[in-house]
T-cell receptor, first 117, second 113 residues
Framework: KAGVTQTPRYLIKTRGQQVTLSCSPI?????VSWYQQTPGQGLQFLFE???????NKGNFPGRFSGRQFSNSRSEMNVSTLELGDSALYLC????????????????FGPGTRLTVL | DQQVKQNSPSLSVQEGRISILNCDYT??????FLWYKKYPAEGPTFLIS?????DKNEDGRFTVFLNKSAKHLSLHIVPSQPGDSAVYFC????????????FGKGTRLHILP
């Protein structure tokens, strides 16, 4: 069974630009969660999508948004990029979502490394 | 405000000895705790968890201890092996409430030969 895939793996943008990251969950998984990892803040929860609906949201500004398609693939968009948005963005998929799955059923992708210059 | 704290950014342990990674939390509502392991260029993988109704959970070489009164948990790895060199994240959540999972900043474990 293929794992969680994220594209692109690496991305370089400049301040003010916008970026879209993609996540394909494990086949059959309906929940996708997004996390931001930085050296200073560790892993921080961004949002969770389940069956095309945002079900949970972390404490990030509105510049961070996402969506989920009918095939469960998810995209995350960051507009008006700031230097502080440089981070590793991870997505994780699970079968029934954070509310119903055990966390050992949440599988992470390898991440997209975003660098903002 | 960091609700889950891993105060040691890094830790070095001799191969074969015990590795002890510590984690403190501030939110007394947390009732489920997890440890994840992360290698470079890979996503975190779930390692072990513990519910607040327990004070210990063991899985092979990995044991997690929970001290609710001190709001402290620890991960023990014994014996430590070279493949254990990784970043370890402690995480916590309030199950069946908002289910957000709050991670610590991670501790990098180096296993020395």
């Amino acid at each position: 069974k293929a794992g969680v895939t994220q594209t692109p793996r690496y991305l370089i943008k400049t301040r003010g630009q916008q970026v879209t990251l993609s996540c394909s969950p494990i086949s059959g998984h309906r929940s996708v969660s997004w996390y931001q990892q930085t050296p200073g803040q560790g892993l921080q929860f961004l949002f969770e999508y389940f069956s095309e609906t945002q079900r949970n949201k972390g404490n990030f500004p509105g510049r961070f948004s996402g969506r989920q398609f009918s095939n469960s693939r998810s995209e995350m968009n960051v507009s008006t990029l700031e230097l502080g948005d440089s981070a590793l963005y991870l997505c994780a998929s699970s079968l029934a979502g954070l509310a119903r799955s055990s966390y050992n059923e949440q599988f992470f992708g390898p991440g997209t490394r975003l660098t903002v210059l | 405000d960091q609700q889950v704290k891993q105060n040691s950014p890094s830790l070095s342990v001799q191969e074969g000895r015990i590795s002890i990674l510590n984690c403190d939390y501030t939110n007394s509502m947390f009732d489920y705790f997890l440890w994840y392991k992360k290698y470079p260029a890979e996503g975190p993988t779930f390692l072990i968890s513990i519910s607040s109704i327990k004070d210990k959970n063991e899985d092979g070489r990995f044991t997690v201890f929970l001290n609710k009164s001190a709001k402290h948990l620890s991960l023990h790895i014994v014996p430590s092996q070279p493949g254990d060199s990784a970043v370890y994240f402690c995480a916590a959540s309030v199950r069946n409430r908002d289910d957000k999972i709050i991670f610590g900043k991670g501790t990098r474990l180096h296993i020395l030969p």
